[in-house]
Nanobody
């Protein structure tokens, strides 16, 4: 399984970015897909997740600002990030979890929010 993340970059605080994660097979074959992030010196944390059934959950720190969605036909999951804050700066990783609990990871994409 390959997960290709894209869409990171440099943006000013208050701006928006849209991340995309393209999977090499049907995203509906996974129990869930999500986005994690890791800032320097910090542990990797869940940002948002969407299950096969379409249920979503978000980290408290991004609720109301970030939105996860998927395009089943294109095997792609998106993360729309609005009202970005400096503290959102991190490497963002796409994740897919199989029904057996196996995790797949894409290479990260850097998101930098400047003040």
């Amino acid at each position: 399984v390959q997960l290709q993340a894209s869409g990171g970059g440099l943006v000013q605080a208050g701006g928006s970015l849209r991340l995309a994660c393209a999977a090499s097979r049907s995203i509906l074959s996974f129990n869930s897909m999500g986005w994690f992030r890791q800032a320097p010196g910090k542990q990797r944390e869940l940002v948002a997740r969407i299950t096969r059934a379409g249920q979503t959950n978000y980290a408290d720190s991004v609720k109301g600002r970030f939105s996860i969605s998927r395009d089943n036909a294109k095997n792609t999951v998106h993360l729309q990030m609005d009202s970005l804050k400096v503290e959102d700066t991190a490497v963002y990783y796409c994740n897919a979890e199989s029904d057996s609990g196996m995790d797949y990871w894409g290479k990260g994409t850097q998101v930098t929010v400047s003040s």
